[in-house]
């Protein structure tokens, strides 16, 4: 990499959806009358003179592979890979990239850089860039040579990137497809032929060994749960969701970072104000602020006096025919359920901190919207007293939200916005890490801080809570201080 110079601060790329009409091809001879209707993804890229063009190319490779039944998932995955490598070439090489071998100079370089992509944002090259794995890397390459092998049938000698993977490069490692008359898999010639048509000649290139040495010395964890998306990412990501119910559990999961489990079991009554808050806890809060009860023996039902607290969640629960959602024996309508520090043991309740006022204004609108729907519906009148519901599907309309329906459409909300799903940290529980960076590296909290605000049940974090939650109140005016200066 040395020899290139990088400027983050230059070209980028967007990839969209548009809704089109296709006649796809169909058996017998038969062309269809009425055209299907299909999302058309397309590549939009910047140039370092700021303007921008959809290349033709990639309209050409995208039509191709709509009538070829591709999904629109893996098209959008395969020109992220064709933007993220114009925009590297464009960045370090810019107007060289024309000359003669240098496509193929170029794409082994990205290809190392994102192998090299390390955890910590500060550290990135290209500050939005995720870390990903070796195999996904491996997966650009193989998109990147399918794009080549487009543009060389496509545009021929004039396509740049058509030029690239030649055998006469000495980048790429080869490997001849032609099998041995004694190969174990000579049944699969067929195949083998198959694509020797597709591709053209009995040679194609091979990802370069060396990426997986890089990939190994390269901070980049196997579980995608152990590192967090950027802020660019995470906000990115908020911003473009529709479903204000989504939208809102987002916010609250990377700007409050509790676990999935915990908003899955919160009911109409656990956000407050800063005010009734207070009777709780000795400490003030920003609002809404949220609170996490023991889902079957906490006795916070909706009123504060403890007089009247004489009923768990579990007894509550059975005026609706109901029990606690972690000890549902139908593992889809379960979110579970992990141990946590209680800041208010009578009560057994914990609350969250927010690290953003501004994300926490913009979670009091939704909560609002939230609300007013639950008063819209009669489902949720008289049925449970849940939070947050499916808000769109008829079917199921006001119902408990499930785990599996919340990850695929966090899966859906990642790849609206180009994120890979591989990204380490581009789950669930990568809100949580991202919550715990967040404190950390932009709002400059100490460790013992963030563990309490994390709620982890720990010997560490088992200190006496009045004086933590002093430090927590303390901490964050001194971080509003300066936000306050600055603006």
Known sequence: ??????????????????????????????????????????????????????????????????????????????????????????????????????????VWAYLRARAETPLDPSQRLFTHWQPVRLAWVQTEFRDLLEFAKFCEGYLGQASVMGSAFKTSSDVWVTMKRSPKP????AHLQVDRERWSLILGDDIVPAPPSALRRIAVHANVPKNGNDTTLSQEAIDTLIDHERNFMFKALWILLAYVGPRISEPLNMWFCDFLSPADASRFFRTNLVGPVPIFADPWDSKYVGHFDSRRAIQT???????????????????????????????????????????????????????????????????????????????????????????????????????????????????????????????????????????????????????????????????????????????
């Open 313 to 487: 969640r579990t007894d509550y629960l059975g005026k609706y025919g109901l029990k606690p959602r972690p000890g549902s024996p139908d593992r889809r309508h379960s979110p579970g359920w992990k141990g946590m520090m209680t800041f208010n043991p009578e009560w057994l309740i914990a609350h969250g901190v927010w690290t953003c006022r501004k994300r926490a204004a913009e979670f009091a609108e939704l909560l609002d919207e939230i609300r007013e729907f639950h008063a819209d519906i009669a489902v949720t009148k008289g049925s449970h007293p849940f939070l947050f519901v499916n808000a769109k599907n008829r079917e199921f309309l006001g119902e408990p939200l499930q785990l599996p329906n919340v990850e695929k459409a966090f899966g859906r909300a990642c790849d609206r916005v180009g994120i890979d799903p591989d990204t380490p940290g581009a789950s669930l529980h990568g809100t949580r890490h991202y919550y715990k960076w967040y404190a950390r590296h932009e709002l400059g909290l100490d460790e013992e801080i963030v563990q309490l605000m994390l709620r982890h049940v720990s010997l560490a974090s088992q200190r006496q809570y009045g004086k933590n939650a002093t430090d927590i109140y303390d901490a964050m005016n001194k971080v509003n201080a300066r936000t306050a200066d600055r603006a």
């Open 182 to 185: 004694d190969d174990f898999l």
């Open 1 to 106: 990499m040395n020899e290139f110079d990088i400027d983050d601060e230059g070209p980028g790329y967007v990839v969209f959806d548009m809704p089109v009409s296709v006649y796809r091809d169909v058996y017998a001879g038969k062309a269809r009358t009425k055209p299907e209707r299909a999302l058309h993804p397309v590549l939009a890229i910047r140039f370092a003179n700021g303007e921008v063009v959809v290349p033709g190319e990639t309209l050409a490779w995208v039509r191709n592979m709509i009538k070829a039944y591709v999904p629109a998932a893996d098209i959008r995955r395969k020109l992220n890979a064709v933007g993220r490598l114009h925009e590297f070439a464009q960045l370090t090489v810019g107007e060289r990239l024309e000359l003669d071998g240098m496509i193929d100079d170029v």
